[in-house]
C-alpha cells in the first residue's frame, strides 16, 4: 500500500546538527532575544544579498508594516500590489484604511510588470510592491523605471527570492526588498524577516520602529543589558527577532547555495518527468536572464482535459501520502475581500485562472531523486484512475 509510505511534506525545513548547536550556544548563552547574533545574521545577510542596510524582524509581515508605518499610508491612499500574493501585505494595507489595488499577473509566471502596473496609477497611488513569485524574478528595471517616473517608492515583496539574481544582481542588493525566514521559505530563523534596502535613513527608521521607537536594540554590548540612556524617539513596535532564532539563519545562510542548489537540481528532474504528463503545465520563465532560487514547484492542472478539480487533485495526492501547497488563492477570491470588493471578481482573469489551477509540489533540499519519481508517478495513477 503506498500510504503505508512515510509521508512526504510540501516542504520541510533543513536544519543541520551545527543549526542546533547554534540555537543551543544562545541559549546557554544568559542572553536569548536580541542582541549580538542578530548584528551577526544582518551582517552575513548584507554580504550574501549585497545589500547595504539589512534590519532582521519577527516577520516578513512585520517588515511590510514597518514600511507602510513609515510611508504613513492610511485612508485616501491606494496601495498596488497582485492578488495573487500572500495575505499578509493586503491585510495590511487595508488596517491601514488605505485601498489595496490589486494588478493583475502574467498568465505562465504569475508575476505582475511594469506593463500591467501603469495604467492603475492615479493621484492616489503612494507605493507599488510586486511579488518576485516562487524563486523566480521580477522584470526590475521596467518596474524601477515606473517607479521613478511617478515618483512612487517600489517596494519588492522578496519573501520567496532569497538567493535570487536578476541580470546578475542578488535581489536586495538595490533598492528595498523585504525577505522572510518563515520555516517554508528558502532559508529560516523559525518565524524571521529580513529588511533589506540601499537608503540610510529608512534602515535607521525601520530599526528604530521595530523596538518601541527606541533609539537602540534592548542589547548594550558594554552594560550587557538595556542602555539606561535609551528612550523613545516615536511610538514604535515590539518586531524585533530573538537571537536564538537568528542563530539558525547564519548556519541556514551559510548553506544557501548548496540548498539552492538541491532544490534547482530537483526542479529540473520535476521538469522532465512531468514533460510526458499532459494534464499538469509547471510555471513557465520569464525570457529576461535572471537566476531562480526555486522556493516552489508550482504546476497548473488542466481541469477541463483531466476531469477533476484542483482541490480533488490535491486531496487525491494527500490519500497517496503526498502533501502539496496553494500558493495563492488569490486575495480577491477569499471571503473577507469577495465580500468588501464584490466588483472584483472577474476583472484579474490570469490571477483567477491560475488561483482555480496552481498546486505546489514538494520541494525541499532534504529530498531525493525517488522523492520526486514517488510524486509523479502518483499525479499520473490520479490522472489515469480518474479517467476510468
Ligand atoms: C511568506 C510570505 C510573506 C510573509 O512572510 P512572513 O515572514 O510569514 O511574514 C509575504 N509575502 C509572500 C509572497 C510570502 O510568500
Known amino acids: ?58 516577520s516578513a509581515t512585520a517588515g511590510m508594516h ?10 485616501g491612499d491606494e496601495v498596488i500590489t497582485p492578488s495573487m500574493t ?25 508575476m505582475t510588470s511594469a506593463r500591467l502596473i501603469e495604467p492603475l496609477i492615479n493621484a492616489r497611488t503612494r507605493l507599488i510592491v510586486p511579488v518576485h513569485f516562487a524563486g523566480a524574478a521580477l522584470d526590475l528595471n521596467p518596474l524601477r523605471a515606473l517607479a521613478e517616473q511617478y515618483s512612487l517608492p517600489l517596494v519588492e515583496d522578496a519573501a520567496h527570492a ?18 522572510s525566514m518563515h520555516p517554508i521559505k528558502n532559508i529560516t530563523t523559525g518565524e524571521g524577516g529580513m ?25 548594550d554590548r558594554k552594560t550587557h543589558g538595556r542602555a539606561p540612556q535609551a528612550e523613545v524617539l516615536e511610538p514604535g513596535f515590539k518586531y524585533n527577532l530573538p537571537d536564538m532564532n537568528a542563530a539558525l539563519g547564519i548556519g541556514q545562510l551559510s548553506r544557501l547555495k548548496a540548498m539552492n542548489q538541491r532544490r534547482t537540481d530537483l526542479a529540473v528532474t520535476y521538469r522532465q518527468l512531468l514533460a510526458e504528463v499532459d494534464e499538469v503545465t509547471p510555471l513557465g520563465f520569464p525570457d ?21 478539480s484542483r482541490d480533488d487533485f490535491m486531496t487525491a495526492l494527500k490519500q497517496r501520502g503526498i502533501g502539496t501547497g ?20 472577474g476583472s484579474l482573469p490570469n490571477t483567477e485562472w491560475n488561483s482555480e489551477r496552481i498546486c505546489s509540489l514538494p520541494l525541499f533540499p532534504d529530498m531525493d531523486d525517488a522523492d520526486a519519481h514517488r510524486v509523479v508517478t502518483a499525479i499520473k495513477s490520479i490522472l489515469k484512475e480518474n479517467k476510468r
Open 326 to 345: 496553494l500558493h495563492f488563492r488569490a486575495v480577491h477570491t477569499q471571503k473577507y475581500y469577495r465580500e468588501q470588493m464584490p466588483a472584483l471578481a
Open 1 to 58: 500500500m503506498e500510504s503505508s509510505e512515510q509521508f512526504l511534506p510540501v516542504s520541510r525545513p533543513s536544519i543541520s546538527e551545527e543549526d542546533i548547536n547554534a540555537v543551543a550556544t544562545v541559549l546557554r548563552s544568559g542572553w536569548i532575544t536580541t542582541g549580538p547574533v542578530n548584528a551577526e545574521l544582518e551582517q552575513h545577510f548584507c554580504e550574501t544579498v549585497g545589500s547595504q542596510y539589512a534590519v532582521a524582524l519577527s
Open 162 to 179: 532569497i538567493g535570487t539574481s536578476y541580470r546578475g544582481d542578488p535581489i536586495g542588493r538595490r533598492g528595498t526588498a523585504i525577505f
Open 66 to 75: 514597518l514600511l507602510l508605518h513609515t510611508l504613513d499610508i492610511g485612508p
Open 195 to 219: 529588511f533589506c534596502t540601499d537608503d540610510e535613513h529608512l534602515a535607521e527608521r525601520i530599526r528604530r520602529l521595530k523596538f518601541h521607537g527606541l533609539g537602540v536594540d534592548a542589547f
Open 288 to 308: 529576461y536572464p535572471f537566476k531562480h532560487a526555486w522556493h516552489l514547484f508550482i504546476i497548473r492542472l488542466d481541469i477541463e482535459k483531466a476531469c477533476m
Open 86 to 110: 500572500w495575505v499578509s501585505t493586503v491585510n495590511l494595507i487595508v488596517m491601514t484604511g488605505a485601498k489595496p489595488i490589486f494588478v493583475d499577473v502574467e498568465r505562465n509566471t504569475l
